[in-house]
Every structure is written in structure tokens, then in C-alpha cells.
């Protein structure tokens, strides 16, 4: 999985309809209404949150890129594919941002510290420098080894045997299972650095983090689908719950208290503005939100055969073709995918 073909992946969902930087705030997990709408309007779930700590300067180069090779151009404030790049047809990774939100750095952070503890036990060394000096991981893999019998060499077999089993499983490249590998440490093994394996490998560091992510989201749900008692457990708290930010949560609960929109947004301190970004996000995701509390049928059908006829999800391009409706009511429309819930 390559950095260039995720940001074309993007890039084409958006079409014409998005600036240059609107990949960036959703790789990055940015929770702005434009990113959150976005990922619903576009069907970019998988792409949300893959990478938190992306830096602008890698994203500027890898998009300086694709501009060079004529792949996308400039229409005014927004970024269009070139006809070269459409013919480009990248295949999707396997990755859930949506689900995980970066939280298989926990996972990993979890694993990497009791393989090492469990290495270095076994060799009767209990001095070393642990590769992950967080409090919280430390703290929960102490409590989890000990709920394991750390000692036991039978729960250290059958932890070794959960790993090889389920890791096989993992529909994903060989080299990415490696990656992943590569970076665990032992007793007298160091786990590699995302540039020594890079190096290795004669590719960008972007790209294999990227590996190492599709490879953890794939495995993860191998392990929460399947029967792996011993690994499951390492994903509390990594996976996602609710579809729903923390913040739209609590706007759902006022609102099916029946609390107005305005009343939500006195009452939580908000801006009506962000109060309206928490029921976008809602009639994306909840399959009973009634749309038909901010507008009648007509004016609904109205912006989505807009929408269709045109092609676009532009707000400011429906507003011109429906102006008696407010933007908050076209986000509305957009967001429930062309279907009254």
C-alpha cells in the first residue's frame, strides 16, 4: 500500500468539489463537520484517522508529486484529476480508520511491551529498558500479565500460538506481516525503526507505516471475529463503538430528550454552527434520524434530485439550484445518501 495511491483514492472520491488539503485533515482524523460530512458523502470511512501524526511536510511532497506527474490539477480553490490520473485505478487498501482511529497503535504498544517482558523473563533477565515507557501501557500489561500467569510457560505457549494463528490468517501482503514483526523486540533483539526498515527495503517511511497499518487492522479483526481469548483482550479500548464522536453523542442525547437545536447549543455552550455538524454526523450514521424534523419532504426531494442532476455535493452549486433551502438543510439531505430514514 503506497501513500501516492491512498491520496488518489481521495483525491478522485472528492473530485472538483474539495481543496488540496481536505485528504490531509482526513487522514490526519480531523473532527471538523467538513471532514466528518465528508467521509459520509464520499464513502471514506476506511481512510479517517489512518494516520494522526502525518506530518504537512511528507503530505505537501507526496501531493507536489502527483501534481508533476500531471496526475491533478488546480480549478480555483479546488483539485481536479487529470484524464492520465483517472485511467490510474489503485487498489483499495484494507484498513478501517473509522473503526480503529489510530487506536492500533495501542494495540501494538500493548504487544510489543509483553512480548518483550515475556522474552526477557524466560531468559531469567528481569532488567531491561521496556521499548514503551507510558504509564497506562505499562500499568495494563503488568495487570494483564498477571491475569495470564506470566510465569506459566504453558499461557506463554499458547500466547506464541494465538499470535502465529491468528497473524497467518491476516489476508494482507507477506512483506507487511513482516513489517509488523520487524518491530517487535526480545531478549538481545532490538525491534527495528520505521527508517531502518525503510532502508531495507528501498521505500518511503510514509509507505511502510502504511503496511504496518493495513496489516494491524486486518489482523485486529481476525482476532476480534475469531477465537483468540489470550490477544483479544489487548483490544480494550482500541476499537471504536459508537459511530458517533464523543461530541455528537451527547448533542443525541439532549435532542431525543426533545431538545430544540438552538436549546442543544445554549445549553452545551456551542455555536449553533457545531450543533448542526453534530446532526449532519447524525443522519449519516443513525438509521432511525428523522430528517423530516428540519424540512418537509418536498424540499428534501428538492436538493436531492439537485444533487443527482448535477452530479456534485457542492453546497454553494445546490444552493443555487434550491435556494429556499438553507445549507444546514442540503447537509442534511446529502448526509442521508439520497434516502428518507
Known amino acids: 500500500m503506497l501513500f501516492e495511491d491512498i491520496l488518489i483514492i481521495i483525491l478522485k472520491a472528492v473530485d472538483g468539489e474539495r481543496t488540496v488539503s481536505s485528504p490531509y485533515h482526513l487522514l490526519k482524523g480531523k473532527k471538523s463537520g467538513q471532514t466528518i460530512q465528508d467521509i459520509g458523502y464520499y464513502k471514506l470511512h476506511p481512510y479517517f484517522g489512518i494516520l494522526p501524526k502525518l506530518e504537512k511536510k511528507v503530505y505537501d511532497k507526496a501531493i507536489q508529486k502527483l501534481f508533476d506527474k500531471g496526475f491533478i490539477i488546480t480549478d480555483g480553490q479546488v483539485v481536479r484529476m487529470s484524464e492520465e490520473s483517472l485511467a490510474y485505478q489503485p487498489a483499495a487498501p484494507s484498513v478501517n480508520g473509522w473503526k480503529y482511529r489510530g487506536n492500533e497503535q495501542l494495540f501494538m504498544a500493548r504487544l510489543s511491551l509483553i512480548v518483550q517482558t515475556l522474552s526477557h523473563i524466560h531468559q531469567n533477565h528481569r532488567v531491561f529498558d521496556p521499548v514503551v515507557i507510558a504509564d497506562d501501557v505499562q500499568q495494563w500489561v503488568k495487570s494483564y500479565l498477571h491475569r495470564i500467569d506470566y510465569r506459566n510457560e504453558v499461557s506463554c505457549r499458547n500466547l506464541k500460538a494465538e499470535i502465529a494463528g491468528s497473524l497467518s490468517k491476516a489476508e494482507v501482503d507477506d512483506a507487511a506481516k513482516k513489517i509488523v514483526l520487524q518491530r517487535l523486540s526480545g531478549y538481545k533483539v532490538g525491534g527495528l525503526t520505521w527508517e531502518q526498515i525503510a532502508a531495507m527495503e528501498s521505500k518511503e517511511v510514509i509507505d511502510i507505516r502504511l503496511q504496518a497499518i493495513e496489516a494491524l487492522h486486518t489482523w485486529m479483526e481476525i482476532i476480534e471475529t475469531e477465537d483468540y481469548p489470550l490477544l483479544k483482550v489487548l483490544l480494550d479500548g482500541v476499537i471504536q463503538k459508537s459511530s458517533l464522536t464523543e461530541t455528537a453523542r451527547r448533542t443525541e442525547s439532549y435532542f431525543k430528550n426533545g431538545r430544540?437545536?438552538?436549546?442543544?447549543?445554549?445549553?452545551?455552550?456551542?455555536?449553533?454552527?457545531?450543533?448542526?455538524?453534530?446532526?449532519?454526523?447524525?443522519?449519516?450514521?443513525?438509521?432511525?434520524?428523522?430528517?423530516?424534523?428540519?424540512?418537509?419532504?418536498?424540499?428534501?426531494?428538492?436538493?436531492?434530485?439537485?444533487?443527482?442532476?448535477?452530479?456534485?455535493?457542492?453546497?454553494?452549486?445546490?444552493?443555487?439550484?434550491?435556494?429556499?433551502?438553507?445549507?444546514?438543510?442540503?447537509?442534511?439531505a446529502l448526509a442521508t445518501k439520497g434516502e428518507i430514514k
Open 260 to 332: 430544540s437545536l438552538e436549546e442543544i447549543a445554549a445549553l452545551r455552550g456551542l455555536k449553533t454552527s457545531t450543533i448542526e455538524d453534530h446532526f449532519v454526523e447524525l443522519a449519516m450514521n443513525d438509521p432511525g434520524f428523522d430528517i423530516l424534523a428540519f424540512m418537509g419532504g418536498a424540499l428534501y426531494s428538492k436538493i436531492i434530485a439537485a444533487s443527482q442532476s448535477q452530479n456534485t455535493k457542492r453546497l454553494r452549486d445546490i444552493k443555487e439550484i434550491v435556494p429556499e433551502a438553507s445549507y444546514f438543510q442540503i447537509r442534511l
